[in-house]
């Protein structure tokens, strides 16, 4: 099984800041990880797919970078809806895996 | 609208089994990829299975094989997942999703398992 662990587990920023998230991988999983976003009673909701491709709807100000064992989310500036928990979750291999999340609260 | 509504939750005893359903609309549901996907409370999420458009290719976690078994029935656009001898540890809200981690991702609301004598 892919373990893959996100970084860091809480992250404090301001509005108009920039947040970096990083996701690595126990192996390879080429470039097929996802990152999700989730707010408190709702469903997640894919942000990023294939380490790069905005899914629809996703804002300009999220990116996606990384291959193999290391992924990053990046939010250029960050709006008051962003504050949520993101997870990461990859499609190499058989189980599909989540990282444990990283949240994103407001400073 | 692609809609997928999950239903089947409740609270059932340790050792107990559970039929959670979800209905899916809006898309072509015999060609999607389907998987069920858990949060316990206040946990991060799990991948529980998978079944592939025509149910020959499916996959659980080790968590759950042996115990719970995905279906579907694309004839009624539904997709089933049949939960026995069920454990605390189980407890959780249960989420179909389809395409999962592809740029055709959707999810459900979830419905709520809880296990507990």
């Known amino acids: 099984e892919i373990v893959l662990t996100q970084s860091p587990a809480t992250l404090s920023l301001s509005p108009g800041e920039r947040a970096t998230l990083t996701c690595r991988a126990s192996q390879s999983v080429s470039r097929y990880l996802a990152w999700y976003q989730q707010k408190p009673g709702h469903s997640p909701r894919l942000l990023i797919f294939?380490?790069?491709t905005r899914a629809t709807g996703t804002p300009a100000r999220f990116s996606g970078s990384g291959s193999g064992t290391d992924f990053t989310l990046t939010i250029s500036s960050l709006e008051p809806e962003d504050f949520a928990v993101y997870y990461c979750?990859?499609?190499?291999?058989?189980?599909?895996?989540f990282g444990q999340g990283t949240k994103l609260e407001i400073k | 609208e692609v809609r997928l509504v999950e239903s089947g939750g409740g609270l059932v005893k340790p050792g107990g089994s559970l039929r959670l359903s979800c209905a899916g609309s809006?898309?072509?549901?015999?060609?999607?990829?389907l998987n069920w996907i858990r949060q316990a409370p206040g946990k991060g999420l799990e991948w529980v299975s998978a079944?592939?458009?025509?149910?020959?290719?499916?996959y659980y976690s080790d968590s759950v094989r042996g115990r719970f078994t995905i279906s579907r029935d694309n004839a009624k656009s539904s997709l089933y997942l049949q939960m026995d001898s069920l454990r605390a540890e189980d407890t959780a809200v249960y989420y179909c999703a389809k395409d999962l981690g592809l740029g055709r991702d959707f999810w459900g609301q979830g419905t709520l398992v809880s296990v507990s004598s």
């Open positions: 294939d380490t790069v």
């Open positions: 079944i592939n458009s025509n149910s020959y290719y499916i």
């Open positions: 809006g898309f072509t549901f015999s060609e999607a990829s």
């Open positions: 979750q990859q499609r190499s291999n058989w189980p599909r895996t």
